[in-house]
């Protein structure tokens, strides 16, 4: 539609402080141009290891996880660290430039959104004035990082096997490098904002529907038990009725809403819309829909169990979006998911804390709290 366009002016607001070469703010055209060059490295050895180091660290998140826990900020924790292994080369939390990285940029994520309804920067606010200052410093350290590590390229050698070293060794026919500085470490912090707190959102709201739901959380056991220690990747094929919980997750929790803008003034059946305004697509309007999912509020995976995604049915739910500026990063989050779940549902018995419910002083939003029991 020509008078609906992408979301680039809402990502803008939110998401500036990511740098001018972030793909999450470009405009369509650039983002089509930096999407054709970084796609194939998602699909390589970098980010590719990911996966293995998710698996490796696992027993330091087991320990984390043993017993009544605050169960997104554990989880973030853990995908953070190992996300940014996969991303940067190195467990970010142990170095001094990568823990100032991480504090500023947990701190911009969370306090970004508050901007957002302001007309024009409130450069009076001292909190907003402190926000441009993180960013900025953000910024400044993950260039410094790009260059320390163009600094030590020659020891480093093909022993490498991180997303950032993907980038940095891609080159143009012509032999110059195929993205620049500025693009690397822009793009490197948005992977992996855009990486690791989704993940673990999901996988703390299936984990809480899980702890509301026995039978079924029995039912998906019973898939993933045998005689291994771990579940991996060699496995994800057969777990059916794991990756139908996914599913239903996805279904029952819309965090990320797709949205546009509007071109010019629109009307819809009587419905008078501005140019400018931001339409989000009401996903939940269709996957809550009774007509297109039975008894649409039960957690019910086994309605994902053979289903047919033919035709309108492979748009009733939308978690990573669509058309051209949907999730580039779809394929390796339902890696991620499969692993973090089907491990922890292997390990733990997971339990629900309602009774005890507590308050976030920040948010003022109740925290999600779970009881994790050795099997
Ligand atoms: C459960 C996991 C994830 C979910 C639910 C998710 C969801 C989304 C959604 C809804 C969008 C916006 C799509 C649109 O506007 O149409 C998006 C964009 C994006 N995601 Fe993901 N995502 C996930 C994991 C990841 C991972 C693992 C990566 C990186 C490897 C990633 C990187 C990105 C980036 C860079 C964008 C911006 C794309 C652009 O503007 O062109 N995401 N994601």
């Avoid at 924790?77 to 996300?83: A, P, S, V």
């Avoid at 007309?119 to 993950?142: D, G, M, Q």
């Avoid at 390229?153 to 993907?166: I, P, S, V």
């Avoid at 939940?284 to 995604?309: L, T």
Wanted: proline share 4%; aromatic share 10%; hydrophobic share 35%.
């Amino acid at each position: 539609m020509k008078n609906i366009s992408n979301r680039t002016s809402i990502a803008k607001k939110l998401f500036s402080w990511l740098g001018p070469k972030n793909l999450i703010c470009m405009e369509d055209k650039d983002a089509h141009n930096l999407r054709t060059r970084i796609l194939p490295l998602i699909k390589g050895k970098g980010l590719k290891s990911l996966n293995n180091i998710l698996l490796k660290n696992l027993p330091s998140l087991y320990e984390t996880l043993n017993g009544e826990v605050q169960i997104k900020p554990a989880i973030s924790k853990f995908t953070l660290d190992n996300i940014s292994l996969g991303i940067f080369g190195i467990e970010i939390s142990t170095t001094d430039v990568g823990k100032e990285m991480m504090v500023l940029l947990d701190y911009c994520f969370k306090t970004s959104q508050t901007w957002f309804l302001y007309p024009v920067p409130p450069y009076w606010n001292a909190e907003y004035r402190k926000f441009k200052r993180c960013s900025k410093r953000l910024r400044e350290l993950s260039i410094e990082f790009v260059n320390m590590r163009l600094k030590s390229f020659m020891e480093d050698d093909e022993t490498r096997c991180d997303f950032l070293y993907d980038l940095l060794t891609s080159k143009n026919d012509d032999g110059s490098r195929r993205f620049s500085n500025e693009e690397i470490a822009n793009n490197t912090v948005t992977f992996m904002l855009g990486s690791f707190d989704t993940t673990s959102t999901y996988v703390s709201s299936c984990l809480h529907r899980l702890s509301l739901n026995l039978d079924i959380q029995k039912k998906l056991q019973n898939e993933l038990d045998n005689d291994e220690e771990f579940v991996t990747k060699q496995d994800f094929n057969k777990l059916t009725y794991l990756e139908a919980c996914i599913y239903e997750t996805f279904r029952l929790h819309v965090h990320n809403q797709v949205s546009k803008v509007t071109n010019e003034d629109i009307e819809i059946e009587g419905l008078f819309i501005p140019k400018g305004a931001v339409i989000y697509a009401g996903s939940f309007g269709i996957s809550g829909n009774p007509e297109v999912f039975e008894d649409p509020w039960r957690f019910n995976p086994d309605r994902f169990v053979d289903y047919d995604w033919i035709g309108e049915k492979r748009y009733t739910i939308l978690p990573h979006g669509l058309g051209k500026r949907s999730c580039p990063g779809e394929d390796l989050s339902y890696k991620f998911l499969k692993t973090l779940l089907a491990n922890i549902c292997k390990k733990f018995h997971v339990e629900a804390l309602d009774d005890k419910v507590i308050m976030d002083s920040r948010t003022e939003l109740p925290v999600l709290r779970l009881k994790l029991v050795h099997r």
